[in-house]
């Protein structure tokens, strides 16, 4: 059973926006920390941003801040991420996560303290 189901990638230019979409299900709704990792070809997963819904913390990427934020729509068990100002830096298949912790790295960056994981949506950015 799919717990996280992203959706909203796709083909932009330098500059434009996206919005990604992370519908939950099953257990995952549950879960008070939500977070966006991104995998770009040949690089390791990175974090993008995170929330604690419940406690109404979020927290960013260096190189994110500014341009994207996330949010939750509790009422449909949705997570977002706006994405503006968008760079070809920022091409990679975005995942959305999902877990209850615990979690001991700050600002909930850790991908390895997350339990549901979502199968990504590729976001590709052109000069």
């Known amino acids: 059973q799919e717990e996280l189901a992203e959706s909203g990638g796709g083909l932009v230019q330098a500059g434009g926006s996206l919005r990604l979409s992370c519908a939950a299900s099953?257990?995952?709704?549950?879960?008070?920390?939500m977070g966006w990792f991104r995998q770009a070809p040949g690089k390791e997963r990175e974090f993008v941003a995170s929330?604690?819904?419940?406690?109404?913390?979020?927290h960013y990427s260096d190189s994110v801040k500014g341009r994207f934020t996330i949010t939750k729509d509790n009422a449909k068990n949705t997570l977002y991420l706006q994405m503006n100002s968008l760079k070809p830096d920022d091409t990679a298949v975005y995942y959305c996560?999902?877990?209850?912790?615990?979690?001991?790295?700050?600002?909930?960056?850790?991908?390895?303290?997350?339990?549901?994981w979502g199968q990504g949506t590729e976001v590709t950015v052109s000069s």
């Open positions: 996560a999902a877990g209850r912790g615990p979690f001991y790295c700050s600002g909930y960056v850790c991908s390895r303290e997350y339990a549901y």
């Open positions: 099953g257990r995952a709704v549950s879960s008070h920390v």
């Open positions: 929330i604690n819904w419940i406690a109404g913390i979020t």
